[in-house]
């Protein structure tokens, strides 16, 4: 009799639990979609004050990254000015190096995070930030540029940008792809608002003050930082490895979806790299064409918050390949034939939209795939691969340009090509985690 009321609480028991799930997720899923081993808690809470407080502290970092891609002021500066000796190319280096190295260092810091938590990566991170944008003030030589701004700042990014997603992801499951999206139109807002700041700044105050001011600002927002982002999972696996295991390349969704970021990465930020220098080509004004790239910054902001929400309702999957597949399009049909100034503002705001849906949902599809253990590596892993094509993209598309003779043509076709075979492999991964053309994945 004992027995019989113990089989049948434990079938109430599996009937209660099945329930849960489906009423969290109502997509069944297939053992790749849920990937957490048992002692893992899987009980998300998808809000609540330290998620959404993990969620601001993201954004604030992120808006400081955003300096990333306001460099093009720095770059006409150092032209006009410190460096107005070396050629353009080799100030593009700088930028260059900062952006590589954020992605790259990904590969070590996730393993961090795994091993201890958030704050030992942030902390150390927003006063290498603080103290490299302080020392960037100063520079005088080539050098001094690229060993500071370009090593030193590019690093500090990488130790604010994983931590703060890897944590996000910790306590958001349902609602990941809105979480990520949020945080990351952050940097979408630091872009269009530090070049216009630069700017005005470098006029009204001088380049060492200007970039001073921006070093104190980013220290305060960084503390904040510091002090809301936590992860849901208590630090002390210390036994995690620096260097994952090769057992990873035997994980044939995940590789499928490295190979595809790679090449979308590749191609990504050709436009943002060039478009301004385009514009120009096409007879807009240097003064306006600097305007180009902020309108491309605002369009992925839109494109970093509304796709990856409706993500959360369609799949994650489901949004990243077709926005991967039209950037590739855009380009070109799109980009080939703007040639007016409203038609290139066209063009960069969206494709800054789908270029945004694109970076917004590559975290929340690794995790999606991922045990959420391992979701700081795999980040890391992902990023770290997707490095060298960021660093080649833009000196691959300027092969191109010179091979043309200043011509655009073959450049455009790289930049499609590459965005449209991206997306061709993430199909190819979401086909390994759910075959059905229909399924939420």
């Not at 006063?127 to 001094?144: E, F, H, N, P």
């Not at 260097?243 to 990873?248: E, G, L, R, S």
């Not at 929400?309 to 799949?315: E, I, R, T, W």
Request: charged letters at 10%.
């Amino acid at each position: 009799m004992a027995k019989t009321r113990d089989t049948s609480s434990t079938a109430e028991s599996a009937t209660s639990t099945c329930v849960h799930s489906a009423a969290a997720t109502p997509e069944p899923k297939t053992p790749l979609e849920s990937r957490s081993p048992p002692h893992v808690d899987l009980d998300y809470p998808d809000g609540g004050l330290k998620a959404w407080l993990t969620v601001f502290g993201a954004v604030l970092a992120l808006f400081c990254c955003g300096q990333l891609t306001a460099f093009g002021a720095f770059e006409t500066w150092y032209a006009q000015n410190q460096l107005r000796d070396m050629p353009a190319s080799a100030i593009a280096w700088i930028g260059s190096l900062q952006l590589w190295l954020l992605y790259f260092s990904g590969g070590v810091l996730g393993r961090i995070f795994d091993a201890h938590g958030p704050r030992v990566i942030l902390v150390p991170g927003s006063l290498l930030l603080a103290v490299s944008t302080m020392l960037t003030s100063v520079c005088k030589r080539y050098y001094q540029f690229l060993l500071v701004q370009g090593l030193m700042t590019g690093l500090s990014y990488g130790m604010l940008f994983y931590p703060t997603f890897a944590s996000i992801s910790t306590h958001f499951r349902r609602y990941r792809a809105t979480a990520v999206g949020i945080a990351i139109a952050g940097s979408g807002v630091g872009g269009v608002v530090f070049p216009i700041m630069f700017r005005q700044l470098f006029v009204q105050i001088g380049f060492g003050w200007a970039v001073r001011v921006v070093g104190f600002m980013c220290l305060v927002l960084c503390m904040v930082t510091c002090a809301t982002v936590t992860s849901r999972l208590p630090p002390g696996r210390k036994n995690t490895k620096i260097f994952p295991d090769a057992n990873v390349i035997k994980d044939t969704p995940f590789v499928l979806l490295v190979a595809g970021c790679f090449l979308v990465n590749f191609g990504l930020f050709i436009p943002f790299v060039y478009l301004a220098d385009y514009s120009i080509y096409r007879g807009v004004s240097s003064a306006t064409s600097f305007y180009v790239i902020s309108a491309m910054n605002a369009g992925s902001i839109f494109g970093r918050i509304a796709p990856p929400f409706l993500a959360d309702s369609v799949g994650r999957f489901n949004i990243v390949i077709p926005s991967t597949f039209l950037m590739g399009l855009l380009a070109l049909v799109f980009w080939s034939f703007a040639k007016s100034l409203v038609a290139i503002l066209l063009f960069a705001i969206v494709y800054g939209c789908f270029s945004g849906a694109f970076l917004a949902m590559q975290i929340p599809c690794i995790a999606q795939i991922s045990n959420i253990e391992e979701v700081g590596t795999r980040i890391g892993i992902l990023y770290s691969i997707a490095s060298f094509g960021v660093l080649a993209g833009s000196p691959a598309a300027g092969a191109a340009l010179k091979a043309d003779q200043g011509g655009y043509e073959g450049m455009i076709v790289l930049c499609g090509i590459l965005n449209i075979l991206g997306s061709f492999f993430l199909f190819l991964s979401r086909c390994k985690v759910n075959r059905r053309l229909l399924a939420r994945v």
